[in-house]
């Protein structure tokens, strides 16, 4: 059994009815098992050190800005690479356009780098990063609750369509205005803390 990290990204990890069904999903432990989750607010320099290939992109400030701003739920799974490759079925292609119909991502994704969450792509992909959040936090504890259902509406699809709109630069204030209370609408949270979630979501479309 190989070791993978999962991480729900803010976009899934505070939009309730998307964490639900995820959650849902993941719980069911068909071909893995779940060793530990918790929630966990990471530092800047661990977020640069776990996504290094992709720094000098003109997105790298934002993703960086993206999984610092609030704490995710951060969980280890072990899986065979049969398991493994199940997960990464299940979940869809990282870019929306070209994510399987009926997978996580073509069902919970906003646009872009909203793409709800993270997976370790390859068992020793897993392996290095287990070992590298392991030093910030325990790996090995069922820390974190969460639902697998939720009375919060679920907007995805129409998130999608704005963001789409706000990121061609078609309708920008009335689309933003929009989006901004569809997901006041889906979250819990308040204060700067939702202030936080918007921000680092209208991030991604600029």
């Known amino acids: 059994m190989a070791d993978a990290l999962v ?3 803010p976009d ?6 998307a964490r639900a069904g995820i ?13 530990s989750l918790e929630w966990f ?4 320099q661990l977020i640069e050190d776990h996504y290094d290939f992709l720094q000098g992109r003109p997105f790298f400030p934002w993703l960086v800005d993206f999984m610092t701003a609030l704490p995710v739920v951060v969980g280890r799974i072990t899986a065979d690479p049969q398991g ?26 906003i646009y872009g780098g909203l793409n709800c969450l993270h997976l370790s ?7 290095a990063e287990v070992k ?17 259902s939720s ?6 699809y129409h998130l999608r369509s704005l963001a789409t709109q706000v990121a061609s630069g078609i309708h920008v204030d009335s689309a933003s205005k929009m989006m901004r209370e569809l997901i006041a609408e889906e979250t819990d949270l308040e204060g700067e803390k939702l202030e936080a979630l918007w921000r680092i979501t209208l991030g991604a479309l600029s």
């Open 121 to 127: 792509d390859a068992p020793e992909a897993g392996a």
């Open 84 to 109: 493994l490759g199940l997960m990464r079925y299940d979940l869809g292609e990282t870019q929306i356009a070209k994510s399987r119909p009926g997978s996580l991502r073509e069902r919970y994704r």
């Open 12 to 17: 899934s990890a505070y939009r309730l009815a």
């Open 41 to 44: 607010q990471p530092s800047k």
């Open 7 to 9: 991480i729900f990204k």
């Open 23 to 35: 959650w849902g999903w993941l719980s069911s432990e068909r071909e893995w098992r779940i060793e």
């Open 151 to 156: 009375e919060k509406p679920d907007h995805t």
């Open 132 to 148: 590298r959040w392991s030093e910030f936090l325990q790996l090995d504890q069922l820390k974190a609750r969460l639902d697998d």
